[in-house]
């Protein structure tokens, strides 16, 4: 399951450090917005979302923050460990286009030891 | 933990060859999906099912593209003749477990299976 790509935009994170990945959404209706992980070999892995109605949310070691303004979500890993190396996906579904999710490209983070 | 199983991991096949990916989903979840991801894009929602029939399906899924549940666990997604551009990685996903209700329920993603078309 690699979602692997040449044209991946990669952060390079000292372990430890805090990580700040970045998306870009298209739709301005979308009522929910998910963050994925997917490690090599695997399928996306539900990491958190958030709901339109806030602008942020906290789970275990990651935040997500959500700007409607711009359109923009962010995931924050907080004392990232070499386990976070993957790839990165944000993705938005609109409720009133059923359950389906659209992804955005991808983000590679690399943890160095 | 249950978890969303896919089979084969890598299909090679010939052009114009029909293909059958297999995904077994999560038990007594309700929503399937299938997704695929070509090398280096984006990954692309094709289809979801619920209660024995599709419920949307995007541009990408035409004629040539199939689903069926063809018993209580196994969930398929039949290309009856396949493309080079159908080269991906296939997920497979489901939702829902039964009682569990509200506007956005978690997808759970298989592992995939690579699809090679020659």
């Known amino acids: 399951g690699e979602s692997v790509g040449l044209h991946l935009p990669t952060l390079s994170v000292q372990e430890g450090d805090n990580s700040i990945i970045n998306c870009a959404y298209s739709?301005?209706?979308?009522?929910?917005f998910i963050w994925y992980k997917q490690e090599s070999g695997k399928g996306p892995q539900f990491i958190i979302d958030?709901?339109?109605?806030?602008d942020k949310r906290q789970g275990q070691r990651v935040t997500v923050l959500l700007n409607k303004t711009v359109k923009h979500l962010s995931l924050q890993i907080a004392a990232t460990q070499p386990g976070d190396s993957a790839v990165y996906f944000c993705a938005e579904n609109m409720q009133a286009a059923g359950n389906k999710l659209t992804f955005g490209g991808g983000t590679r983070v690399l943890v160095k030891p | 933990e249950p978890e969303v199983t896919q089979t084969p991991s890598h299909q090679v096949t010939q052009m114009g060859q029909e293909v059958i990916l297999r995904c077994v989903p999560i038990s007594n979840h309700l929503y399937f999906y299938w997704y695929r991801q070509i090398l280096g894009q984006k990954v692309e929602f094709l289809v979801s099912f619920y209660n024995n029939e599709i419920s949307e399906k995007s541009e990408i899924f035409d004629d040539q593209f199939s689903v069926e549940r063809p018993d209580g666990s196994n969930f398929t997604l039949k290309i009856r003749s396949t493309k080079l551009e159908d080269s991906a990685m296939y997920f497979c996903a489901s939702s829902v477990r039964e009682g569990l209700a509200g506007p956005y329920n978690e997808q759970f993603f298989g592992p995939g299976t690579r699809l090679t078309v020659l």
């Open positions: 958030i709901r339109s109605n806030m």
């Open positions: 739709n301005s209706a979308s009522d929910y």
